[in-house]
């Protein structure tokens, strides 16, 4: 290593407290001298003048002394040292390099020559070798504590090299440059004060110290005082023109003080005075990377890779800056150099400094590409530092990174053996364990790093992911998502996660505005347009969703996600033909794109093409890490092509990874219906309406499956649930888009039962189960023969009152289906269900007194357990009485007992309505829609809101989709003039006048 370079590396100083930049460095005080002969009186005059720190004087007297006797090594070194401190590079390398190639240590005067010699080489541990044997030989010479002390506090042990100089001021009080180093000591140990003391006492001596005024200058800065700060180093300045740390700090100063012009030519001043030192243009290049200045801060720093090596801290701040601009080359190079400069370090600080270095290098070589070369430092590093969990995480993550986890796993876990509460391991062990699908036990990681670091927002980040992805759980996953964006504002993929977060919790507006900040932020745009696409889709504005497809397709043509979602979009708009041209864009640029295979399938099944729908879905649960959707609708597609054995296995599959997952639960209970396993259907069909939400077809379901068990009482009651959520529900059969086939009807199948239901007559339930096929069927008149032959049997059978009700409503006998819903309610207050169907037969018919009488009347039986229907009751009725701030209470109170009542949301959205703030409404409509997509009512409600905010395009679409899933006949007509209302008004608007935009 050149003399050069470590004689830069020697002495240097923060000025990080000035203005929150950098490390600059400052020149190494002068080293002392030996003996000599004639020449010794020069040689002792020039002693007395360095120590002085009159330097000019001390170079005229060394000179002297060597040319009078050039064989006076001793003099070299002592002159190296003034040449040091007067900025004179080449001169002070060739004094180095002629000392220490001649120079013969044999008494204490000459071990502290070499000393100093090797001081300025930066030989460190030879210095501190020399400097301890001369004082072995002479425990009071003056120049070896000094040498001693600058030594130590090279090494970062201020306290000893105070006491070393305080032990030479005591034995030569007159000595200035040591009560200088005694100053730049009681700087380091964090005693500006005492510091300004001892230069104070310098100047006293000498009043032309520069030295000391620009440790001044560094000090009044320290304490914002930037007057005196720049007068200070104006001084060092005037009497050393050439001082380069001078015009550094004064720069620096300027920067602070909003003078930059000035703060531009000090920079250039000190790269004049020494171009060979790298501490100016280091300088300079922070300064102007943190003033946006990117590309000229680096070329900065690329002028540095030429010269000779920087310290460490500077070559680690400016390989970090590389990294930052993806320079890895220039960033492996910088951090090599960090590595030799830690190389020269004392012992106690090495190990720590080369392990960063070779940290900064392995992340260089991952940003190129080669790993192994990353994997080969990091292991070193480990080995430098086997104490440190920061090291052992790094390399975990390579490993991880390299998709070698049980060595990934091994380093983190020996990461958080060595500090459990180390954050960062626990966040990258979460993220292994995520990778594994071992969700609780990611969970717990992510939780534990939250607890040591309640501020590391990767973790909250991390959580949030897991609650959202593995467990469903969105609000738990906006509240981390939340959090991680208040810690970090700027990340682009927090704000993402957000938005999407938002939009599966259904706060659509609040996803868009997410979705759009991450954009600005610079998040991956196909993505972000893809969820924005969603996330309009979801409120209906079909027109903004399809855009959000086209800028996202502008940004990456290639993305098979993007056309997936098209497609989906196109399915959910009943346009399968269309979905299916979408679908086959992005399987075919990209064959292993799951939902696109899962998609299409659904488009075919929609289509009534089984076939295909059953090897689109098997290609989807093949390739979906998680394919418990695509089991479930293979088990669908599989149902309805007449397989049910094969349906059976492919819900049972699906069910091994959540077996309360509820679409998998109903298809396997219709299944288990096509075998004509009734106990099985029955209890898997029981489940899923336990679970929740709760749907008339599976309600319907399992009034067939008990009639087929002979459990009459159980049957009629999931009849008379089913027409309570849907009164024109008709077959229990879920198809997939396409109508129902023949005989799949509720009074179909119970025909089926017919001689069974005879046999079994004297149950009077029997009755009830025969009069509900013949409701479900339209025979109201017999129905109602059926209904009263059972009151006939038992005059108290609250079930045949509620029966005989729907009957006569339904025949618009409005008085005596109240009539029967009363006795019902006398004989069994404790019945929701009896409640609910008088509740809405009195708000229906207006008499919102008595109907609110009994809905509180009702949640008073229930008790503590209410029932979420209860309260949508009580919210409809306020909301006919124009009561709706009440409403709203109820059905807040029903979505926070039920998130999923579709109804509830629904009701909201008609408060929202009533107060004409229609995007509010508008979102909740969509809630529900989300929850019910089947459901005309909800479609209508939200095309209403778009026609009141000028809408009328999206306004047209929901009317055509309610008309889509429309199942009441008289309501066909109605539909059509809507949507050809809509049309028309989106005709008459001005060509530049988008329609609601």
């Known amino acids: 290593m050149s003399t050069a370079r470590m004689a830069r590396h020697l002495d240097k100083i923060p000025l990080l407290f000035l203005a929150g930049f950098c490390l600059v460095p400052v020149r190494p005080a002068p080293a002392e001298a030996a003996t000599g002969t004639k020449a010794r009186e020069f040689y002792t005059q020039g002693m007395k003048f360095y120590r002085?720190?009159?330097?000019?004087?001390?170079?005229?007297?060394?000179?002297?002394?060597?040319?009078?006797?050039?064989?006076?090594?001793?003099?070299?070194?002592?002159?190296?040292?003034?040449?040091?401190?007067?900025?004179?590079?080449?001169?002070?390398?060739?004094?180095?390099?002629?000392?220490?190639?001649?120079?013969?240590?044999?008494?204490?005067?000459?071990?502290?020559?070499?000393?100093?010699?090797?001081?300025?080489?930066?030989?460190?541990?030879?210095?501190?070798?020399?400097?301890?044997?001369?004082?072995?030989?002479?425990?009071?010479?003056?120049?070896?504590?000094?040498?001693?002390?600058?030594?130590?506090?090279?090494?970062?042990?201020?306290?000893?090299?105070?006491?070393?100089?305080?032990?030479?001021?005591?034995?030569?009080?007159?000595?200035?440059?040591?009560?200088?180093?005694?100053?730049?000591?009681?700087?380091?140990?964090?005693?500006?004060?005492?510091?300004?003391?001892?230069?104070?006492?310098?100047?006293?001596?000498?009043?032309?110290?520069?030295?000391?005024?620009?440790?001044?200058?560094?000090?009044?800065?320290?304490?914002?005082?930037?007057?005196?700060?720049?007068?200070?180093?104006?001084?060092?300045?005037?009497?050393?023109?050439?001082?380069?740390?001078?015009?550094?700090?004064?720069?620096?100063?300027?920067?602070?003080?909003?003078?930059?012009?000035?703060?531009?030519?000090?920079?250039?001043?000190?790269?004049?005075?020494?171009?060979?030192?790298?501490?100016?243009?280091?300088?300079?290049?922070?300064?102007?990377?943190?003033?946006?200045?990117?590309?000229?801060?680096?070329?900065?720093?690329?002028?540095?890779?030429?010269?000779?090596?920087?310290?460490?801290?500077?070559?680690?701040?400016?390989g970090k800056r590389f990294m930052e601009a993806a320079q890895y080359n220039e960033a492996a190079r910088m951090y090599t150099k960090a590595l030799d400069a830690a190389k020269t370090l004392a012992p106690a600080r090495r190990p720590e400094a080369v392990s960063e270095a070779l940290l900064g290098r392995a992340r260089s070589f991952q940003g190129l590409g080669s790993d192994e070369k990353a994997l080969g430092d990091l292991t070193e590093a480990v080995k430098t530092s086997s104490g440190s969990p920061h090291l052992w995480t790094a390399r975990g993550n390579l490993y991880l990174h390299m998709n070698q986890d049980p060595k990934a796993l091994t380093d983190f876990g020996q990461a958080v053996a060595l500090n459990m509460y180390y954050a960062p391991a626990l966040v990258a062990r979460g993220t292994l364990r995520l990778k594994q699908k071992a969700y609780q036990e990611a969970l717990k990681d992510f939780s534990a790093a939250i607890h040591a670091d309640p501020n590391l927002a990767e973790a909250y980040d991390s959580r949030g992911y897991v609650y959202a992805e593995a467990f469903e759980d969105f609000d738990k996953a906006v509240e981390d998502f939340t959090k991680a964006v208040s810690l970090k504002r700027g990340e682009p993929d927090y704000r993402f996660h957000l938005g999407r977060g938002r939009l599966r919790q259904g706060r659509y507006w609040e996803a868009i505005e997410s979705l759009r900040h991450a954009l600005a932020l610079k998040a991956p745009a196909d993505q972000v347009h893809r969820y924005l696409a969603e996330a309009f889709f979801s409120l209906g504005d079909v027109t903004q969703a399809q855009k959000e497809i086209e800028y996202g397709l502008k940004e990456n043509p290639k993305s098979s996600e993007l056309y997936s979602t098209l497609g989906f979009l196109r399915l959910r708009m009943r346009a399968a033909p269309q979905a299916i041209r979408e679908l086959d864009e992005a399987i075919s640029r990209d064959r292993r794109n799951p939902k696109a295979f899962l998609y299409r399938g659904l488009a075919y099944g929609s289509l009534g093409e089984y076939r295909r729908a059953i090897s689109d879905l098997s290609e989807a649960a093949d390739l979906d890490p998680r394919p418990i959707v695509a089991r479930t609708l293979l088990c669908h597609a599989r149902r309805l092509f007449h397989e049910p054995k094969r349906a059976l296995s492919a819900c049972n599959e699906a069910l091994v990874s959540d077996p309360e997952f509820v679409p998998a639960l109903v298809q396997r209970g219709l299944a288990y219906m096509a075998v004509g396993d009734f106990n099985r259907a029955a209890k898997d069909l029981g489940d899923a309406d336990r679970i929740g939400p709760r749907f008339p077809q599976v309600l319907l379901a399992r009034s067939i499956t008990h009639a087929a068990l002979r459990q009459y009482k159980q049957a009629d009651r999931a009849y008379r649930e089913a027409i309570s959520l849907d009164p024109l529900i008709k077959s229990a059969d879920i198809t997939m888009g396409e109508d129902p086939g023949p005989g799949s009807d509720f009074h179909a199948r119970i025909q089926e039962m017919e001689k069974q239901l005879d046999r079994d007559g004297d149950d009077p339930y029997t009755y009830l189960v025969r009069g509900d096929a013949l409701h479900n069927a339209g025979h109201f008149d017999r129905a109602i023969i059926e209904f009263t032959r059972a009151m006939e049997y038992d005059a108290k059978l609250t079930a045949a009152y509620m029966a005989r009700a729907a009957a006569l409503e339904a025949q618009n006998s409005l008085d005596g289906a109240e009539q029967d819903l009363r006795r019902a309610v006398q004989l069994d207050a404790s019945d929701p269900l009896t409640y609910n169907i008088l509740i809405t037969l009195l708000t229906a018919r207006g008499k919102f007194p008595d109907a609110l009488a009994f809905s509180i009347q009702a949640l008073k039986a229930q008790g503590k357990d209410p029932s979420p229907e209860t309260y949508i009751k009580a919210g409809n009725i306020r909301y006919f009485m124009k009561k709706s701030d009440l409403a709203a209470d109820n059905y807040k109170q029903a979505i926070k007992i039920s998130p999923l009542e579709a109804a509830a949301h629904n009701g909201l959205g008609l408060c929202e309505f009533s107060r004409k703030r229609f995007k509010e409404a508008i979102e909740d409509f969509s809630r529900a829609i989300e929850l019910h997509p089947d459901y005309d009512r909800f479609y209508r409600n939200r095309a209403s809101a778009y026609v009141n905010l000028g809408h009328f395009e999206n306004a047209a679409s929901d009317y055509k989709l309610a008309l889509a899933v429309n199942s009441d006949p008289d309501m066909v007509g109605e539909y059509q003039r809507l949507i050809e209302n809509s049309v028309s008004r989106i005709n008459s608007l001005p060509p530049d006048k988008p329609a609601g935009k």
């Open 52 to 318: 002085r720190g009159e330097f000019k004087d001390a170079l005229t007297a060394l000179s002297s002394a060597i040319s009078d006797d050039s064989r006076l090594l001793a003099a070299h070194a002592a002159r190296a040292q003034v040449r040091h401190a007067m900025g004179d590079r080449s001169g002070m390398l060739y004094d180095i390099g002629h000392g220490l190639k001649e120079l013969r240590a044999r008494d204490a005067e000459a071990l502290t020559a070499r000393g100093n010699l090797r001081l300025l080489s930066g030989d460190l541990a030879g210095a501190l070798s020399d400097f301890e044997k001369a004082l072995s030989l002479d425990a009071e010479h003056v120049d070896a504590l000094v040498g001693r002390g600058k030594a130590r506090r090279a090494a970062g042990e201020p306290k000893a090299a105070i006491a070393d100089f305080q032990k030479a001021l005591k034995l030569a009080p007159a000595y200035l440059l040591a009560r200088y180093h005694l100053g730049r000591a009681l700087f380091d140990s964090g005693q500006a004060a005492a510091a300004k003391k001892e230069f104070t006492g310098v100047l006293n001596g000498n009043r032309e110290f520069a030295l000391a005024y620009a440790m001044l200058g560094v000090i009044f800065a320290a304490e914002g005082d930037s007057s005196r700060a720049t007068a200070a180093y104006s001084k060092a300045i005037l009497l050393q023109p050439e001082y380069s740390f001078a015009f550094l700090g004064r720069a620096i100063v300027y920067i602070k003080s909003g003078k930059g012009l000035l703060s531009d030519k000090d920079f250039e001043s000190a790269i004049r005075s020494d171009p060979d030192d790298y501490a100016p243009l280091y300088n300079r290049g922070e300064i102007r990377i943190r003033r946006g200045e990117v590309e000229s801060g680096l070329a900065d720093f690329r002028m540095t890779l030429k010269l000779d090596l920087p310290d460490h801290p500077a070559a680690m701040g400016m």
